[in-house]
């Protein structure tokens, strides 16, 4: 009998060097130096690329460890996309490219030329195939759930098998559910159960593919695997019984068995990310599902579908069709196609158990990387342009301003608000932000504990931890995204408190409605100018109100000028909120909002003195955000925080800070005029 052990180690761009120590010390290092005292021992290992680039750049002793190990045939290295996307994200040509970024650089360090390779989160298409075998990949691995749910008998499950697309073949090996919610978790004599059941029932092979980290990163894992000594009683345990029970590398069992026969799978990925790509209000429900169906039909049950994450996270898509128009764009330019393609990496783009899109660094790697593709393909020379063009593919047009310093995207179907803010000489959207939205797992914070529980003999998806306590007070959920330029139309009853939970009635309908808009390009600027005829409900009673904002981008200026018209036939006064969301990569250290020659915390929560002028500081991303405007009554002000899930638990997590000057209207007199600037310096 046969075990394949495939470890994936991966680390996405833009994390912090200090968490690739942390990755490195406790799970990366001391896995091989364990492995190398047992000389039968063979794994079958995947770096993604940023992550192998760093280990490469950074611990020469640690890839003089693996180099020998390959050298000696105990290692056998898998490629992937470089910066491990989801290929089903990419473009053909991308998908291909970016494998053979990772298999050239691989073969650059071990000297071998992989054959096999990671498939991102094992999201599964079926013309994936093709992508892969012209890549020059002969075999990859996804779960057992993905042959359980086209029919595959459990039984059938040891072994590998062939597929194609358009003729193109590839051999796909199931990794056991069964194995990954074993190790490193249970005792040796429960694994040892289930090896002896696996060879009673006649099968040659079973694969266990999955994470580095749960061997020391994940919570409670390092005591477990390293201090206590469970890796080392399992090589032990391997290395013992090798005359039953023997480890191998794919190329060695594809050489010597040949595949089960052939196979066909669907749009799939792991049981837990079918959860996670669910609405929210549905995940639940799943899960319920899947935990009260008795085993014979529980294979048969199946989640959501990957590519939801782009319908459930506004967020998401943004960047997404953001870097497929970037995509669309670089022609030979290869040092614009590289970040493109660090732009791509799967982390930032969807949220499960993981922080994943909830991160804003992980976002604002994203942007950073599009954003300095984007400035390698433009041109030199001063310009301003304006265009309308639907480029989140939803049927509706929104309107992009662009200069040398500037780009700026606005929703016009929503509000004509400002939902992207490039400032390109430092590299940043300070738009990136993140709405605060319900998660299915929301319902299990109260029963979350805040002491550090974990004793590695649980995966992260069975730990309900707290890393704080009181966490459910912070579950306020917005019905708008968090965008700037945003048109609040309030009563005089609206207090700061309901508007921070969002808990409060807004009687005019300007926020989420649609705005018509034209482009003007004049002789040194481009002119967005948006005008919505919309009401004010007062005891039932529609009151015609219009809202024209007109907003500019000068040639050669890093400022953007807005020209508020405010016009009805109201002869009360109501509140006119015009809200601000600036994303910041935290909110402490030298970071601050500065308010009348006072320096406030960007987390500040509540109602400021009057005043026209306001400088956010973050010198992390290298930005000032200067805003002036005419002096309303009062500043509304407060944090956007969510929480979420990640690897340690449930956590508070800064996401921007909203600003907003407020100003009572009264129309009984005439129109009201309201200015805005909003400038950008380098920091």
């Not at 399992?234 to 191998?248: D, E, I, M, P, V």
């Not at 700061?496 to 002789?523: L, M, T």
């Not at 018209?565 to 509140?575: A, H, K, R």
Request: hydrophobic share 35%; net charge negative; glycine share 8%.
């Amino acid at each position: 009998m046969h075990l394949i052990i495939c470890i994936h180690n991966h680390q996405p761009v833009g994390n912090m060097d200090f968490i690739l120590e942390e990755a490195y010390e406790k799970a990366y290092k001391p896995f091989f130096e364990v492995m190398d005292e047992f000389t039968d021992i063979k794994i079958n290992l995947h770096f993604s690329g940023y992550l192998l680039m760093w280990l490469n750049q950074n611990k020469p002793d640690y890839i003089k460890l693996l180099k020998r190990l390959v050298k000696k045939g105990r290692i056998e290295i898998l490629s992937g996309g470089m910066y491990e996307p989801i290929l089903s994200f990419l473009s053909e040509d991308d998908g291909i490219s970016q494998i053979k970024m990772h298999m050239d650089y691989a073969e650059s360090i071990f000297g071998n030329r992989p054959k096999g390779m990671w498939l991102a989160e094992r999201v599964y298409e079926p013309y994936m195939p093709k992508i892969i075998n012209k890549a020059g990949i002969h075999y990859t691995l996804v779960d057992d759930n993905h042959f359980k749910s086209v029919g595959v008998a459990d039984e059938d499950l040891f072994g590998y098998f062939i597929t194609e697309y358009e003729g193109k073949k590839l051999f796909i090996f199931p990794g056991l559910e069964s194995l990954r919610y074993t190790i490193p978790f249970k005792p040796i004599e429960d694994i040892d159960l289930y090896f002896k059941g696996v060879e009673k029932r006649g099968g040659d092979l079973t694969v266990f593919g999955d994470d580095g980290e749960k061997f020391g990163l994940w919570p409670g894992t390092y005591d477990h695997v390293y201090t206590k000594g469970w890796l080392r009683t399992f090589f032990a345990y391997l290395q013992k019984n090798k005359a039953w029970l023997k480890t191998t590398t794919f190329s060695k069992y594809m050489s010597d068995n040949p595949p089960k026969g052939r196979i066909y799978l669907n749009c799939n990925s792991y049981k837990e990310m079918a959860e996670w790509c669910l609405p929210a209000c549905q995940s639940g429900k799943y899960d319920a599902c899947i935990n009260c169906a008795e085993d014979n039909y529980r294979d048969f049950l199946k989640g959501g579908y990957f590519k939801y994450f782009l319908i459930k996270y506004d967020e998401s898509n943004d960047m997404h069709k953001k870097m497929l128009d970037v995509t669309q764009k670089v022609g030979q330019n290869e040092e614009a196609r590289r970040h493109v393609f660090m732009g791509q990496s799967n982390d930032s783009y969807w949220h499960g158990v993981f922080g994943g899109l909830y991160l804003p660094h992980l976002r604002a790697s994203v942007y950073e990387h599009l954003i300095e593709a984007e400035k390698l393909l433009e041109l030199k020379k001063p310009f301003a342009e304006g265009v309308l063009k639907d480029i989140n593919i939803d049927g509706y047009d929104e309107a992009i301003l662009d200069n040398n310093d500037i780009k700026a995207c606005f929703f016009l179907k929503e509000g004509g608000v400002m939902y992207e803010l490039d400032y390109k000489p430092s590299s940043v959207n300070i738009m990136a932000t993140l709405q605060r939205r319900y998660e299915g797992y929301h319902d299990k914070i109260k029963a979350a504990v805040s002491a550090d529980v974990a004793d590695g003999t649980k995966t992260i998806h069975d730990m309900v931890i707290a890393k704080e306590e009181g966490l459910s007070k912070y579950l306020h959920y917005d019905w708008y995204r968090r965008a700037s330029f945003i048109d609040h139309v309030m009563g005089k009853d609206v207090e700061f408190d309901s508007f921070y939970k969002s808990s409060y009635f807004e009687p005019g309908d300007f926020v989420k409605e649609p705005y018509e808009a034209v482009i003007k390009k004049e002789k040194n600027l481009v002119r967005l100018s948006m005008e919505r005829k919309g009401r004010f409900l007062k005891h039932g009673q529609d009151i015609a109100l219009k809202i024209k904002k007109d907003i500019i981008l000068i040639k050669g200026e890093n400022t953007i000028l807005a020209d508020y018209m405010i016009e009805g036939e109201f002869d009360e006064t109501f509140y006119l909120g015009i809200e601000f969301n600036f994303s910041f990569l935290g909110s402490g250290g030298d970071r601050y909002v500065e308010i009348d020659g006072e320096r406030l915390s960007l987390t500040t929560q509540g109602v400021l003195k009057p005043s026209g002028r306001a400088l956010f500081h973050d010198p992390y991303q290298h930005i000032d955000v200067s805003l002036d405007f005419d002096d309303p009554f009062a500043v509304w002000t407060h944090p956007v925080e969510v929480v979420s899930l990640s690897e340690s638990g449930f956590e508070r997590n800064y996401q921007s800070t909203m600003f907003m000057p407020v100003w009572g209207i009264n129309l009984s007199e005439g129109p009201k005029r309201i200015t805005i600037r909003l400038q950008l310096n380098k920091a």
